[in-house]
């Protein structure tokens, strides 16, 4: 049961950071292609994605928070450890965005890149943990 909720919770923590991941690509793959159209960009499109991304996010961040919790406290030290390493990146990615993004100017390309590689990094760290435990997992023990 505990392999199954391990996997869940990596799946949960994956999603969760896919939607503000896709949107940030995406912006940044097209203003790279439009570099002319960054000036004129308007925020109520983005707004608009962000508030849709979010409600898509909040389940699968709940799913994931409750799992990584309940693996912190009962899971062996290697789930204990990757759990501890998400749930700490998570905090951190709304830490770092609230210190640095707010006084980032909304047109600009560090702006794009402030909104999109935090969020592609919550969306791999999940799996980079998963298989480092699976590459440290004792194969007698489950």
């Given at each position: 049961m505990r392999p199954a909720l391990e996997a869940l919770m990596y799946l949960a923590f994956s999603a969760a950071a896919l939607p503000m991941a896709w949107l940030g690509v995406s912006d940044v793959l097209y203003y790279q292609s439009h570099p002319e159209m960054l000036q004129s960009r308007d925020s109520a499109p983005v707004v608009l994605a962000a508030v849709w991304a979010a409600e898509i996010m909040k389940p699968a961040l709940?799913?994931?928070?409750?799992?990584?919790?309940y693996l912190l406290i009962t899971g062996p030290r290697a789930v204990r450890y990757s759990s501890?390493?998400?749930?700490?990146?998570?905090?951190m990615a709304?830490?770092?965005?609230?210190?640095?993004?707010?006084?980032?100017?909304?047109?600009?390309v560090a702006r794009l890149y402030w909104d999109a590689v935090p969020f592609v990094a919550l969306s791999i760290l999940p799996w980079l943990c998963a298989g480092v435990r699976l590459a440290r997992m004792n194969p007698l023990q489950s």
């Open positions: 709940g799913l994931a928070a409750v799992l990584a919790f501890a390493a998400l749930i700490i990146a998570w905090v709304f830490t770092i965005a609230q210190l640095f993004v707010t006084s980032t100017p909304f047109a600009s």
